[in-house]
């Protein structure tokens, strides 16, 4: 089944785990999960392809988990908390993860976090792309009129 269009999958680069993609990724989440004990661990590094049978994964799920392809993963329902026990039993840092999952390097990735991390501008939804970030005072003035409305609710 195709899976509903949200407001929020208008971000660019982001997969939101909500609910339907909690449950289109439970066998790659429950499969990462089991990386948590050794024997699995060791199970899975054997005969990778075979051990991924234990689990309710698709044809895509599966591909992508054999193929390291995290964005893919998320987009299929994978948490990235989960999927990160994949890459440690690869022997991999979540740092290192997340630069393969920008495209960069470990350096590049480290400097961009460091320095403040990605821009906001362009990056709120495709959209919204060349329209300008909404500036703190903005956004306290719409938080307070959305409390109010509550209230006269209530």
Known sequence: MPRTQHDYDDIPGTFVFDA??????????????????EENRKAFKA?????????????????????RDYNRMLELGGNIYFTAKLGATDGHSFQ???AIMTGSTQ?????????GGRSVEGNRSRSGKDKPAKGP???KARATAKSKSSAKRK
Do not use: V, W
Not at 107 to 115: I, N, P, S, T
């Open 96 to 98: 290192h993860m997340a």
């Open 47 to 67: 005969n990778e392809a075979e051990y991924l049978k234990k689990f309710n994964l698709t044809p895509a799920q599966a591909e992508a988990i054999l193929k």
């Open 20 to 37: 339907e993609r909690s449950r289109q990724g439970y066998g790659i989440n429950m499969f990462c999960m089991s990386l948590m004990k």
């Open 107 to 115: 350096e590049d990735y480290a400097k961009m976090m460091l320095g």
């Open 137 to 139: 005072k903005e956004s």
